[in-house]
């Protein structure tokens, strides 16, 4: 679970930190916890649980666009 903590915190490091970021954030590490323990109730090993999370959950580029959110951090407009 740690390595999904993880991936999450260094996708968003570079998009400002806004409290509209960090509720998207929030909300996506939640998404990604509950898969991952659906996955590991379903038997799926812990390393194969963690891929498939974070395949599923992967781009943050596509998911700020969604949530009207605009460029990266130091990322020209």
Do not use: C
């Amino acid at each position: 679970m740690e390595t999904i903590i993880n991936y999450v915190e260094s996708m968003f490091a570079r998009w400002p930190q806004t409290s509209r970021t960090l509720r998207l954030k929030e909300e996506l590490l939640k998404r990604m916890e509950e898969k991952y323990r659906e996955l590991k109730r379903e038997g799926h090993p812990e390393n194969a649980a963690v891929g498939l999370v974070i395949s599923e959950f992967g781009n943050i580029d596509e998911l700020m666009r969604q949530a009207g959110i605009g460029t990266p951090a130091g990322t020209p407009a």
